[in-house]
């Protein structure tokens, strides 16, 4: 199954807020059986969106005066 960003947004919703079941938009319904599962669908949705970490460009500039 291809997971959405809503998807996984919902999800994490519902973990933050301590639920086991989530109504999506379109009236479909998932009850979770436990938090561990819960997360263990999270990981699985996170490696399918390709979002593990937002990745963080840094330039890093250094200067040096020459005398």
Known sequence: MAYTQQN?????AA???GVLRI???DG??????SLAEMRQIEAA???DIGTAQ??????VYSYSRDQ
């Open 8 to 12: 996984l947004d919902d999800l994490r």
């Open 15 to 17: 973990i933050r807020e």
């Open 45 to 47: 949705m996170v490696a």
């Open 54 to 59: 937002p990745r963080i460009k840094r330039t």
């Open 23 to 25: 109504r999506s938009i």
């Open 28 to 33: 479909q319904e998932v009850t979770y059986r």
